[in-house]
Every structure is written in structure tokens, then in C-alpha cells.
């Protein structure tokens, strides 16, 4: 069983950045692919990136070349760089590990973006 923790939220004006990190206990994070998705008030869980086991990223149209995602498996860790921060960027953003799919999520943390 993948326990995963987020940390990083917080609140931020527009145009700045924020980096959130994905920590994970209970399993090899090397096996996973990895990725964060995010949800909005009163809208459905949206993909924002993954990570594949060999590095491959993937990015949700909206965010591309703004946001960032990496692993460190040293660390049995997965970050989100956010930067260039928008309102519409406001979400609880949740991380998720898997095989052929999301498997295990972690609680979320909030990101505001407001001035």
C-alpha cells in the first residue's frame, strides 16, 4: 500500500510560483507512474501532468510551459514547479501513484491564486 503526502500549497498572487511536492512511504516509487491532477469548486478532477517510470512527462493543455513536473525516486519523491500562476489555477491539487492508471492518491493541498 502507497501512502502519498502533499505539501507546497498555498495562497499566491497571479503570476507567481509555487513548487508542490508529492512524498511517498509504502511502496518502491520506482515501480509508478506518477502525476497530479487537480480539482476546482464544483468541477470534476482534472489531469495536470504525469510521470512515467522512465521519466516521460505529459501535460494538461492549460498548463503547458508553465508548470513542471519531476521525481526524484532517491527522495521517493514527485514535484509540480507551478509558475506564471493564474486565478483559474486555483484547485486542491492531488497526487497520485500507479501501474497502467492511477492507483493511490493522496489527501491534496489547497493552491490559491488571488491578488
Known amino acids: 500500500q502507497v501512502q502519498l503526502v502533499e505539501s507546497g500549497g498555498g495562497l499566491v498572487q497571479p503570476g507567481g510560483s509555487l513548487r508542490l511536492s508529492c512524498a511517498a512511504s509504502g511502496g518502491i516509487i520506482s515501480f509508478y507512474d506518477m502525476g497530479w491532477y487537480r480539482q476546482a469548486p464544483g468541477k470534476e478532477r482534472e489531469l495536470v501532468a504525469t510521470?512515467?517510470?522512465?521519466?516521460?512527462?505529459n501535460y494538461e493543455d492549460a498548463i503547458k510551459g508553465r508548470f513542471t513536473i519531476s521525481r526524484d525516486n532517491g527522495k521517493r519523491t514527485v514535484y509540480l514547479q507551478m509558475n506564471s500562476l493564474k486565478p483559474e489555477d486555483t484547485a486542491v491539487y492531488y497526487c497520485n501513484a500507479g501501474v497502467n492508471g492511477p492507483a493511490y492518491w493522496g489527501q491534496g493541498t489547497q493552491v490559491t491564486v488571488s491578488a
Open positions: 510521470i512515467t517510470t522512465g521519466f516521460r512527462t
